[in-house]
């Protein structure tokens, strides 16, 4: 390293010194109390093992049942998922004064309830990957959507964080829904709710807030998003309804943007592509989007208008 540089990285290391003493927010430097993001990213992982046992193999562990993978794969994630919780239960009022041993303790019981609730967040993964299956005549068969379908991949991620979601765990559940998010362009809040037999085709940009409510045999496409009318209040709208409600049987195509808490999609309703809705759609309503004109120009021939309608829509927009 040149005697410039050097020079010039002592005067820069002051000047980041001075900035650091201003006492700002990101000036922060307790590393060591805040939550490992490696280690939460690992945990979610190791739960994708034992959730499905057969799929994704580590070979660390050298045995040779199912029950005994399963049993050191429990005590590594519970490990590590009570000191993970532990620090993170800062951020609740009730914790926030508390002694380190009955954080600690705290800890331990929210994380032997988050265990308790494995197989339920299996009963739901089962019926998510037979939802896939049956909508998309691409698939071959069941294993090709558990190993490659990244909006699989996501709705498994928020079945385990919506859990821990609502044990009332900070921020460990959004970040592992940030984790999916990061991986396949789909970004679910922890907080959603989502019913049974819910499908993701494609899945790229799907957007679904924090209080949407979804039933069962839903499918989205890419693009979609569930979302609030407005976040102008801020901080003032905290846990309240913003997202909409989403009743079974739906199908929203891509596109399509469904804004607002009080806004519920009925059942066995249809969302076409591109639709902008911001208000109730009755049960067993088609949803469409009028096609604008469309211009052909071939060489020096005169552009052709063609404008046409699926008349078997029934149009609110």
Not at 20 to 25: G, I, P, R, V
Request: charged share 25%; hydrophobic share 40%.
């Amino acid at each position: 390293m040149s005697e410039y540089i050097k020079s010039e990285l002592d005067g820069i290391l002051e000047s980041v010194m001075d900035d650091y003493a201003e006492n700002k927010f990101i000036d922060k430097t307790d590393i060591f109390n805040q939550p490992d993001k490696r280690v939460i990213v690992d945990i979610l992982h190791k739960l994708q093992q034992i959730i499905f046992p057969g799929f994704f193999k580590d070979t660390i562990y050298k045995v040779y049942t199912v029950r005994s993978t399963v049993a050191m794969l429990l005590e590594d994630v519970m490990y590590n998922l009570v000191k993970q919780i532990a620090i993170v239960l800062k951020y609740n009022k009730e914790c926030a004064a508390a002694s380190g041993e009955k954080v600690r303790e705290e800890a331990e019981r929210i994380a032997v309830s988050f265990f308790k609730t494995i197989p339920r967040i299996r009963a739901y993964i089962e019926t998510d990957a037979q939802a896939s299956f049956d909508g998309d005549p691409a698939a071959y068969n069941k294993e090709e959507i558990v190993v490659t379908y990244p909006g699989f991949y996501a709705v498994v991620v928020n079945r385990i964080a919506h859990e821990l979601f609502k044990l009332g765990v900070p921020l460990i559940p959004r970040i592992m829904t940030e984790h999916a998010h990061s991986l396949t362009g789909i970004d679910i809040h922890p907080g959603a709710t989502i019913g049974r037999y819910f499908c993701i085709d494609h899945g790229t940009g799907i957007v679904i807030g924090e209080t949407t409510k979804i039933g069962d045999y839903v499918k989205i496409y890419q693009g979609v998003t569930l979302g609030a009318l407005s976040t102008r209040g801020g901080q003032l709208l905290k846990n309240k309804k913003r997202h909409p409600t989403i009743e079974d049987n739906v199908t929203i195509y891509s596109g399509a943007s469904i804004l607002g808490g009080e806004t519920v999609i009925g059942r066995n309703v249809v969302i076409g592509g591109n639709a902008f809705i911001t208000r109730s759609v009755h049960e067993g309503t088609k949803v469409s989007v009028k096609n604008l004109e469309l211009s052909y120009s071939e060489g020096n021939t005169k552009p052709v208008g063609d404008k046409t309608e699926d008349t078997s829509w029934f149009y609110i927009i």
